[in-house]
């Protein structure tokens, strides 16, 4: 069984602006259905705008859809009496650390979800040792969330999910507030949690780069999936990519920019080893001509 499922999910905002008496209305997505197996690393890119959040908030029951349906672990998240197990199943990591932290104690934000589950208080102290320890936390047990670096919170929020057991976990633009060494502390998280527990990763990204290690890539705009595919697939598409004006992996588009200059370079190099060895075959050196 699917662990998401969405069945033709539109999603229009209505809102007021102003002093008008009728909201104003704004369709954020169009007709998608689409399904994500247990254990897969989905990326979602796009633009700003293009649908990413409104989608991911529709993956924990935080937005029912306008029309269509979206199960997560089998259950219809129109349905009230499923909301709390939907967010059991899938936990959601925000952009802004700040914004996560409830308690003025890492151990006591770590277990703060379980407290409003109703879980033994003992069973709480357990799995917050053992996902703070996870998240290579464990020594800032005691420590005040604040005095964390941003990679830091956010792993603190991980483990805050994690705790509950979650068989998906969503992460929207998680990393976009966060320096190179936060962004690498939390995407090789995600990657071991992926791996290591069999979690199913959700990752919102503007960055390409993060992408490249996904099973699978959505690409979205102006409220639908416009490309799926694996890295390979999506980012072998390089010129459709940069046509609507979003940009590929800094290896991707050097390989784009060799293959314009004329050397022999296949589509969809997606590391710096791959493009090693195309360049070798491509324009091999003088001494390995001769051999
Ligand atoms: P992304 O995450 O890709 O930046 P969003 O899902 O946030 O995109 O937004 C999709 C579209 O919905 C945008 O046009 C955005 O302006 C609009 N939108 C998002 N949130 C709201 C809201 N609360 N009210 C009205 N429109 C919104």
Redesign the pocket.
């Known amino acids: 069984m699917s662990i998401i499922r969405t069945e033709n999910v539109s999603y229009e905002?209505r809102?007021y602006s102003g002093d008008e008496s009728e909201p104003q209305t704004?369709k954020?997505l169009h007709d998608l259905s689409f399904e994500i197996e247990p254990g897969q690393f989905l990326a979602i890119l796009?633009?700003?705008?293009?649908?990413?959040?409104?989608?991911?908030r529709h993956l924990n029951a935080l937005l029912v859809p306008t029309e269509g349906t979206v199960w997560v672990d089998g259950k219809d998240t129109s349905d009230d009496y499923e909301v709390l197990n939907i967010r059991q199943s899938a936990g959601m990591i925000f952009q802004n650390p700040d914004n996560q932290i409830v308690a003025s104690v890492v151990e006591e934000d770590v277990g703060f979800g379980l407290e409003n589950l109703g879980v033994p208080t003992e069973e709480i102290w357990k799995r917050v040792g053992e996902t703070l320890e996870r998240m290579g936390m464990s020594a800032y047990r005691d420590s005040s969330p604040n005095r964390l670096s941003g990679g830091q919170k956010q792993r603190v929020a991980i483990a805050g999910v994690i705790a509950m057991k979650p068989k998906c976990i969503i992460m929207?633009?998680a990393t976009a507030m966060l320096d190179p060494n936060g962004r690498a502390e939390v995407l090789r998280a995600a990657h071991e949690l992926n791996r290591e527990e069999g979690i199913t990763i959700i990752l919102?990204t503007h960055y390409m780069e993060e992408a490249v290690d996904a099973d699978m890539v959505f690409l979205?705009d102006k409220?639908e999936i416009i490309m799926q595919g694996t890295p390979k697939e999506i980012f072998s598409r390089a010129g459709e990519i940069r046509e609507l004006k979003l940009d590929v992996p800094a290896v991707t588009r050097l390989a784009c920019e060799l293959k314009e200059a004329g050397l022999d370079i296949p589509d969809g190099i997606l590391t710096s080893e791959e493009l090693s060895a195309a360049i070798e075959k491509a324009a091999p050196p003088a001494g390995k001509n001769a051999e």
């Open positions: 905002y809102f704004k954020a796009g633009h700003n705008g293009s649908g990413k959040s409104t989608l991911a929207d633009e919102i979205m409220g």
